[in-house]
């Protein structure tokens, strides 16, 4: 079964610095998704990325799919208070299944 | 706005108790799924349906049911509930072929 890691676990960062997050799947992505959750909450919908080498913006966050689509990045710039939470990192674990598999999720704390 | 409701954010129950949790989504997708969230474990998968009256087993299914009646109603049962089904329940609904997830705010779950 499919199976995503995220790095870092955790992460705290000064207002205004840059940062990234990354996650790596043990096979192929047919989709990965991007979820930030506040905490105790729910989880909001991002980015979807689909082919490899794709990028897409909102925002401040950037997220890419690698060429060979195993690998995603999350990249926050000037980070701000309203960035922190858990970023989460979900795909397809069977193409057209939609069954969402996740990683752990990345804990971003943004001190002022 | 499109919207998956949980019926509670907080929920206190005994253990032995049956606990229904119930979610309801209302922009007609067939696809609903059942997570649980824990720290360290990120989202794992108790059941989906594809379907009125269809459902499967995700991941973690034991000690678990489901019912589909409608296809806006998806609901989680535990049987009996014990002290380690304490945790965040999600759940999440996708129209088949769709792409983005639309998740609920969950229900915060503690058995004593």
């Known amino acids: 079964s499919q199976e995503l890691e995220q790095s870092p676990q955790s992460l705290i960062v000064q207002e205004g610095k840059n940062l990234t997050i990354n996650c790596t799947s043990s096979?192929?992505?047919?989709?990965l998704y991007w979820y930030k959750q506040k905490y105790g909450e729910g989880l909001i919908f991002l980015m979807m990325?689909?082919?490899?080498?794709e990028e897409k913006s909102h925002e401040k966050i950037t997220a890419k799919l690698d060429e060979k689509k195993q690998q995603s990045s999350l990249h926050i710039t000037a980070s701000q208070p309203s960035h922190a939470g858990i970023y989460l990192c979900?795909?397809?674990?069977?193409?057209?299944?939609?069954?969402?598999?996740f990683g752990q999720g990345t804990r971003l704390t943004i001190n002022p | 706005d499109v919207k998956v409701t949980q019926s509670s954010r907080y929920l206190v129950k005994r253990t032995g108790e049956k606990v229904f949790l119930e979610c309801v989504q209302d922009?007609?997708?067939?696809?609903m799924f059942w997570y649980r969230q824990d720290p360290g474990l990120g989202l794992r998968l108790i059941y989906f349906?594809?379907?009125?009256?269809?459902?499967e087993k995700g991941d973690i299914p034991e000690g678990y049911s489901v019912s589909r009646e409608k296809k806006e109603r998806f609901s989680l049962i535990l049987e009996s509930a014990s002290t380690n089904q304490t945790s965040m329940y999600l759940c999440?609904?996708?129209?088949?072929?769709?792409?983005?997830?639309?998740f609920g705010s969950g229900t915060r779950l503690t058995v004593v």
């Open positions: 990325l689909q082919k490899g080498g």
């Open positions: 979900g795909a397809d674990g069977i193409q057209g299944a939609q069954k969402l598999v």
């Open positions: 096979k192929t992505l047919y989709g």
């Open positions: 922009m007609d997708h067939e696809n």
């Open positions: 999440a609904s996708i129209r088949q072929g769709g792409s983005g997830y639309t």
């Open positions: 349906s594809y379907d009125v009256k269809m459902k």
